[in-house]
Structure formats: structure tokens, C-alpha cells
């Protein structure tokens, strides 16, 4: 891997997902009046920065070819059944282990309600889709875990994907609920506990990724799970104050960081799994 080309795809990332998702929270704290209009779709290329990075730049460094082999993680689909349940049922099933762990877990219990949950999940999962999932797993796991793994470890490139990932996020810290929590306002506690979240999730992810020969169609299906997962389980318990959301919050990243390293400890014992998501691209 040639490094300056990674750190211009992290480069081009950011600048024009800022670009757009910074201008866009600007105008919601001022003339939009922390309201949102029709005309904001106009600052939706912002969430599809790494996308659009990934693409000129396979475009400008291997051409049509290199751009079509990118697109074609999006088609990778032939994998085993096993790997679809993981992507699908995992985040969700960590919310639910959080929630029964946490302080809340006897007002769950008593008033839980499955049906609501159920009925609003097909549409919370497309609504996720576009906002997250679509405009950044190509970029992501297709463009940049490949060519990180290239000179790293599972580890390695977890870490820096997880670091990246977060503070891509950095205009949306003002946008409440887009990634930090909604109950919890910017401060250097919300970030960290933000930035161990993400950091989870992108080694859960690299594991996925070395399970599925590279897929980002997998990823999409993760990532989309992960936005939608708490919407759904919260439809189905009673509303949870303020300090039980943190409880939950905070258990959620302690049991995602468990399931992750075990994971990712497991799966970097085989060399395999570098060499082959690294020679798919």
C-alpha cells in the first residue's frame, strides 16, 4: 500500500463531507432555525464522502476497472446464511443484552410490547439506510480496510478505521442524536464515550468483513442494523429516562467491545483472513 493514498482518501473524505454536513449544521442552529426544510436534501452528498472519495479516487488511480472491482463489493452477496443473521441480528441483540443488563431492565420487562417494535423495524431499517449505511461502507470497508490491511494487522486497521470513523462524525456532534446521543450534549465525555462506541463497531465490522471475502454489501446490512437497532428495541419498553439511556449506552459499548475482541482475537489468529480480504481489490 502506497500510504499517501489512504491519507487522501481520508483527506477527501472529510473535506467534503464537512463540507457539506458542517454547512448544513450551521444553517439548522441559524436560519433554519433547528428545524428541517425540503431545501436540506441539498447537503445530502455530505453523508457520501467516503463513497464519492473512494470512487474518484480508484477512478484516478486504476481507472474504469478499478472503479468497477470497487462497485462490485456492493454485489457480493454469495455468502453464507450465517453471515446475513450476523449482520442483521447482532446490533439489535446487543441493545437487548444492554437493556436487561442495565438499571432498566425491570421497567422493560413489565412493559414490554414486542408488536410496535416489530411493526415500525422494515421501515426504520430502509429509513437508516441512505443516512449512514449506503454513503459510507463502500468508501469505508471497500476502499479503505483492503488497503490498510495491506501493512496491518486486524487490529491495527480496526483502530484506525474506528479513530477516522468517529471524527468524520465531527459536524454531526452538533446535530443531536445523528452520532452522539440525543440525551447527551458535545463535551470530551460524550466524544470518548462516541469514539469507543465506533471504534467497536468498526473491529465487529472488520471481522464481518473478513467472513464475507470482503463484502460491503454485508457492511451496509450491519450498519443499517446498528442505526436502527435502538429505534426498534425502544418502541417495545417503556420510554427510559435520561439516566437509564446512559446505563444502556454505557453497557451497549462495554458488550460490544467484549463480543469484538473476542472476534477479532479469534479471527486474527488466522493469517488467511488478511491475505484474502486484502488481495479482493
Not at 37 to 47: D, E, K
Not at 185 to 193: A, E, Q, R, T
Not at 226 to 231: G, L, P, R
Request: proline share 7%; hydrophobic share 55%.
Amino acid at each position: 500500500m502506497n500510504p499517501p493514498k489512504i491519507r487522501s482518501f481520508f483527506l477527501l473524505s472529510y473535506a467534503i463531507s464537512w463540507l457539506f454536513l458542517g454547512s448544513f449544521v450551521l444553517f439548522w442552529h441559524t436560519s433554519m432555525n433547528q428545524t428541517l426544510t425540503w431545501w436540506s436534501i441539498i447537503f445530502l452528498p455530505g453523508a457520501y464522502g467516503p463513497t464519492i472519495a473512494a470512487l474518484i479516487l480508484a477512478g484516478r488511480n486504476g481507472g474504469w476497472s478499478a472503479i468497477r472491482n470497487l462497485l462490485s463489493r456492493l454485489v457480493l452477496w454469495r455468502v453464507k446464511l450465517r453471515w446475513y443473521a450476523f449482520a442483521l441480528l447482532t446490533p439489535p441483540a446487543i441493545v437487548a443484552a444492554a437493556i436487561l443488563i442495565s438499571g432498566f431492565r425491570v421497567d422493560a420487562v413489565q412493559g414490554l410490547n414486542v408488536v410496535p417494535g416489530l411493526a415500525i423495524a422494515p421501515l426504520a431499517f430502509l429509513i437508516a439506510l441512505p443516512f449512514g449505511p449506503l454513503g459510507e461502507e463502500l468508501g469505508w470497508r471497500g476502499y479503505a480496510q483492503p488497503k490498510l490491511m495491506e501493512t496491518n494487522g486486524l487490529w491495527k486497521t480496526s483502530l484506525i478505521l474506528g479513530l477516522v470513523w468517529t471524527f468524520w462524525h465531527f459536524p454531526m456532534f452538533w446535530f443531536p442524536g445523528a452520532a452522539i446521543p440525543s440525551f447527551l450534549s458535545p463535551s470530551p465525555f460524550s466524544i470518548g464515550l462516541y469514539s469507543a462506541q465506533i471504534t467497536a463497531e468498526a473491529c465487529l465490522l472488520t471481522f464481518l468483513f473478513t467472513k464475507t471475502r470482503g463484502s460491503a454489501l454485508l457492511a451496509i446490512l450491519y450498519h443499517a442494523s446498528f442505526n436502527s437497532a435502538e429505534n426498534i428495541l425502544f418502541r417495545m419498553v417503556p420510554e427510559p429516562t435520561e439516566v437509564q439511556e446512559l446505563q444502556i449506552y454505557v453497557v451497549n459499548i462495554i458488550l460490544s467491545w467484549i463480543l469484538a475482541a473476542t472476534l477479532l482475537t479469534i479471527a486474527s489468529r488466522s493469517p488467511s483472513n488478511n491475505r484474502v480480504v486484502a488481495n479482493t481489490i
